[in-house]
């Protein structure tokens, strides 16, 4: 069975790091584009920053400068360094992708998602 799970979130100061982890794993063939989304408490979810296979990232305008996305392809694992941290970062950060099985099925997959708090 095929999972996402994401780690790495957790209370920090407003100006500090944190380093989120996004692992799949289950019979997997190949894992397309991956994703970053958050969501805030009475908010919608929101894209954060994606990477593609081969690398091609994108940001959502406030995190550009502060967030990197990035992926370890042996690994079946993505990150998001985030650093400059803001109060209003606060949310629970998912991870979600589509990735192809051992059956050839194409689906997209949600992990449970990771909270992240940033005190002021």
């Known amino acids: 069975q095929v999972q996402l799970v994401e780690s790495g979130g957790g209370l920090v100061q407003a100006g500090g790091s944190l380093r989120l982890s996004c692992a799949a794993s289950?019979?997997?063939?190949?894992?397309?584009?991956m994703r970053w989304y958050r969501q805030a408490p009475g908010k919608q979810r929101e894209l954060v920053a994606t990477?593609?296979?081969?690398?091609?990232?994108n940001y959502a305008d406030s995190m550009k400068g502060r967030f990197t996305i990035s992926r370890d392809n042996a690994k079946n694992t993505a990150y998001l360094q985030m650093n400059s941290l803001k109060p209003e970062d606060t949310a629970v950060y998912y991870c979600?992708?589509?990735?192809?099985?051992?059956?050839?099925?194409?689906?997209?997959?949600w992990g449970q998602g990771t909270q992240v708090t940033v005190s002021s």
């Open positions: 289950g019979s997997i063939v190949s894992i397309n584009t």
């Open positions: 979600n992708t589509d990735l192809r099985d051992d059956v050839g099925t194409l689906r997209n997959y």
């Open positions: 990477i593609t296979r081969g690398g091609y990232t």
